[in-house]
């Protein structure tokens, strides 16, 4: 069964860092794009960070470019997520998803998740 | 960017009846790059739907998805217990992918 496990996350001040990492099994890892997803408390989802499968080709949604960096080890089916700068309002819990294809196209939508690590920004 | 707006924000139905659900994007998405996505309380979400009508793998067929262009359409045929969530929308034809901000579908 294909799976992600999502880690590193916890509580950090304001201006902090953490880095997330998301450990996946039982696929081809080095064959798919993968992104970040999160979901402040009581709210809808929101697209942080996407990553080709050969970690070419990246994107971030605006609120996070500059401070946060997404990168992958193919070769111990590793994505990370390297959030600096934090602030109140990245409060969320971060999911990892895979994407269903190597890059933007038809099969692009994110057909696993993983259950999730929280990252709490507050003094 | 993209955005993409769902309603109704809240659907009150019963077991057995039919949900439709509503999803408008700003611009007009290429090639149907639309996704629904369902979501419990307490878990990630779950794929239903890719490329505006296809479904997931283990989808029950209750499950359809329609529409072009900007309006997009997720109708659930005959509502079972299980599937009271929150509901939604993703496009993925550009950078950066955006959501709706979701349909909550409760029991009446």
Redesign the interface.
């Known amino acids: 069964e294909v799976q992600m496990l999502e880690s590193g996350g916890g509580l950090v001040q304001p201006g902090g860092s953490l880095r997330l990492s998301c450990e996946a099994s039982e696929f081809t890892f080095s064959s798919y794009a993968m ?1 970040w ?1 999160r979901q402040a408390p009581g709210k ?4 942080v960070s ?1 990553i080709t499968d050969s970690g070419d080709d990246t ?4 609120s996070v470019k500059g401070r946060f960096t997404i990168s992958r080890d193919n070769s111990k089916n590793i994505l990370y997520l390297q959030m600096n700068s934090l602030r109140v309002e990245d409060t969320a819990v971060y ?1 990892c998803a895979k994407r ?1 294809s190597r890059s ?1 196209g ?11 690590t929280t990252v709490t920004v507050s003094s | ?1 993209i955005v993409l707006t769902q309603s109704p924000g809240t659907l009150s139905l019963s077991p057995g009846e039919r949900a439709t659900l509503s999803c408008r994007a700003t611009q007009s998405l290429s ?1 149907t ?1 639309l ?1 629904w ?1 369902q ?1 419990k309380p307490g878990q ?4 239903l739907i ?2 505006a009508s296809s479904r ?1 793998t283990g989808i029950p067929d209750r499950f359809s998805g329609s529409g072009s262009g900007t309006d997009f359409t997720l109708t659930i045929s005959r509502l079972e217990p299980e599937d009271f969530a929150v509901y ?1 929308c ?1 496009q ?1 034809a ?9 349909t909550k579908l409760e029991i009446k």
């Open positions: 992104s997803v809808g989802l929101e697209g996407g994107y971030y949604t605006d999911y269903g933007r038809s099969n692009y939508y994110m057909d696993v998740w993983g259950e999730g | 960017e090639s790059y996704a996505y979501q990630s979400p779950k794929l890719y490329g997931a939604y993703q993925y550009s950078a950066p992918d955006t959501f709706g901000q979701g």
